[in-house]
Nanobody, 120 residues
Framework: QVQLVESGGGLVQAGGSLRLSCAAS????????MGWYRQAPGKQRELVAA???????NYADSVKGLFTISRDIAKNTVYLQITSLEPEDTAVYYC??????????????WGQGTKVTVSS
């Protein structure tokens, strides 16, 4: 089994910054893509940012330039640096990974989520 553990969420004031991290553990041959999603109450889960094994990134238009995704391949870890947080960014942030467990088995995994609350 593969587990994703997120950390770094919390309560911050508007305009502040946070750095979220997500570490994958278990039987992992490689990770194709790691990404961050968020879900606010009453809304659908949406993609925030993703990064491939080759370093290509994809951001939601609403966060481009304010959120930065990065990775540490050796640690199977992905980070999300968030700046200029606004109350509208309040949500549970989830880590997702497309994991090559063996040369014959590829699966998607989700973390438990870390809550980000932005006060005005």
């Amino acid at each position: 089994q593969v587990q994703l553990v997120e950390s770094g969420g919390g309560l911050v004031q508007a305009g502040g910054s946070l750095r979220l991290s997500c570490a994958a553990s278990g039987i992992i041959f490689s990770i194709n893509v790691m990404g961050w999603y968020r879900q606010a109450p009453g809304k659908q889960r949406e993609l925030v940012a993703a990064i491939t094994s080759g370093g290509s990134t994809n951001y939601a238009d609403s966060v481009k330039g304010l959120f930065t995704i990065s990775r540490d391949i050796a640690k199977n870890t992905v980070y999300l640096q968030i700046t200029s947080l606004e109350p509208e960014d309040t949500a549970v942030y989830y880590c997702n990974a497309n994991v090559v467990r063996t040369p014959f088995l590829v699966n998607d995994y989700w973390g438990q989520g870390t809550k980000v609350t932005v006060s005005s």
